[in-house]
């Protein structure tokens, strides 16, 4: 039973469009939304994050928006840059009692920047 | 400051052995997570250790087991491997048990 749903396997953009990576979650109770993306090789690294008091929040280029009654969160990069190219990882966060969290991932949306 | 670092970069295994990845954290933290990701799909949690202690435990049988050193080094090792445990091995360190994670590059784990 997948909690954090990307349901996009890949996405192709040209390079200076906006680029939109969907995620969707099933569990009410996650209420911080994480970003990461991965290049071949390389571990997964941070790039933007939204709790679920807010709807937006903005960093450069990167835009997470969170609609919680859909249940679903959506990354825009504007403009796409052929570094970009990456997959993506959306995650939610799952508190634990000792005040820990643990990650939980969706499948992940390879994108393609076309230059 | 170096960043998490993990050994081996690649392993071959064959099903029924045993076998030990290891962890490096960055400088300073002291807590360590372990995630499976198999082909096509997301990272999965496995466990967490805080100052030498698990404090988290994803859906992971007990053959999948850890250490953290005193150093905040880690190591995770699976028994009696099956060939489902085919996967990159990701390991994450952070300051502390709520602080950021920030990745090793992984252990790809190829059992045959």
């Known amino acids: 039973d997948q909690q954090v749903k990307q349901n996009s396997p890949s996405l192709s953009v040209q390079e200076g469009r906006i680029s939109i990576l969907n995620c969707d979650y099933t569990n009410s109770m996650f209420d911080y939304f994480l970003w990461y993306k991965k290049y071949p090789a390389e571990g997964p690294t941070f790039l933007i994050s939204?709790?679920?008091?807010?709807d937006k929040n903005e960093d450069g280029r990167f835009t997470v928006f969170l609609n919680k009654s859909a249940k679903h969160l959506s990354l825009h990069i504007v403009p796409s840059q052929p570094g970009d190219s990456a997959v993506y990882f959306c995650a939610a966060i799952t508190y634990s009692g000792a005040g820990s969290y643990q990650l939980t991932f969706g499948k992940g949306t390879k994108l393609s920047v076309i230059p | 400051e170096t960043g998490v670092t993990q050994s081996p970069t690649h392993l071959i295994k064959t099903r029924g052995q045993q076998v030990t990845l290891r962890c490096s954290s960055q400088s300073g933290h002291n807590t360590v997570s372990w995630y499976q990701q198999a082909l096509g799909q997301g990272p999965q949690f496995i466990f967490q250790?805080?100052?030498?202690?698990?404090?988290g435990r994803g859906n992971f049988p007990p053959r999948f087991s850890g250490l953290q050193f005193p150093n905040y080094s880690s190591e995770l090792n699976v028994n009696a491997l099956e060939l489902d445990d085919s996967a990159l091995y990701l390991c994450?360190?952070?300051?502390?048990?709520?602080?950021?994670?920030?990745f090793g590059p992984g252990t790809r784990l190829t059992v045959l």
């Open positions: 994450a360190s952070s300051l502390d048990e709520r602080g950021q994670r920030y």
């Open positions: 939204i709790s679920s008091i807010k």
């Open positions: 250790y805080y100052r030498e202690e698990e404090n």
